[in-house]
């Protein structure tokens, strides 16, 4: 398995909502990323967890809250979002940090 | 801080001839180079990847190239098709979680 599968595919929310984004992987890797792409862009890094523990937070506004509950799952929980939080959201994972990045499909957010 | 250029930005090509994309980074530290192929609405893909201790890397149509000293690496595609077009990012890694990301690259190829 190969795979890195993330829900849901798309999900519309407004500002006061709550919602998350889910984010799976069993091929055993340890370090676990959260990424935001605006269109034509790159991705841009926003949390890696590594063994479970949150390694990197690129400054990453607290509306955006990560959870990793264990070593194959990773949370993104999304709180008073704003419209230009609008965007695809990536979760990748890779063996360590020396690792491929094996990326899902992608979360398209949009926020009205 | 850590920082890789790709041009160019958008590329035309017509089906069967090669299209080339190249990248620049600054840190030093960087040792891993991969190439990644990401269609409209989808996910990122890697294409093929690069280790600082080698200088060439083919798979079929695609070859990748990286010269430390003047810190560049491409990536070449030969007898390009229709289903080649999408945009192509290149990435400098160090070996930390952290991959720095160009500004990708449009590749169009035309029929």
């Known amino acids: 398995d190969t795979e890195v599968t993330q829900t849901p595919k798309h999900l519309v929310m407004g500002m006061t909502n709550k919602k998350s984004l889910k984010c799976e992987q069993h091929m055993g890797h340890r370090a676990m990323y959260w990424y935001k792409q605006k269109a034509k862009k790159p991705p841009e890094l926003m949390f890696v967890?590594?063994?479970?523990?949150?390694?990197i937070n690129e400054s990453v506004p607290s509306r955006f809250s990560p959870e990793c509950p264990n070593s194959s799952l990773l949370n993104l929980h999304l709180h008073a979002l704003q419209p230009e939080d609008s965007a695809l959201y990536l979760c990748?994972?890779?063996?360590?940090?020396?690792?491929?990045?094996?990326f899902g499909e992608g979360s398209r957010l949009t926020v009205l | 801080g850590e920082n890789v250029e790709q041009h160019p930005s958008t590329l035309s090509v017509q089906e069967g001839d090669s299209a080339v994309i190249k990248c620049t980074y600054s840190?030093?530290?960087?040792?891993?180079f991969p190439w990644y192929k990401q269609e409209l609405g989808k996910r990122p893909q890697l294409i093929i990847d690069?280790?600082?201790?080698?200088g060439e890397k083919k798979d079929q149509r695609i070859a990748v190239t990286l010269n430390k000293t003047a810190k560049h690496f491409s990536l070449h595609i030969t007898e390009t098709q229709p289903e080649d077009s999408a945009v192509y990012f290149c990435?400098?890694?160090?070996?930390?979680?952290?991959?720095?990301f160009g500004t990708g690259t449009r590749l169009k190829v035309l029929a």
């Open positions: 990435a400098g890694h160090s070996g930390t979680y952290k991959y720095i």
């Open positions: 690069i280790r600082s201790n080698v």
């Open positions: 967890y590594s063994y479970e523990k949150l390694s």
């Open positions: 990748a994972s890779s063996q360590d940090q020396r690792g491929e990045l094996f």
């Open positions: 840190d030093s530290a960087s040792n891993y």
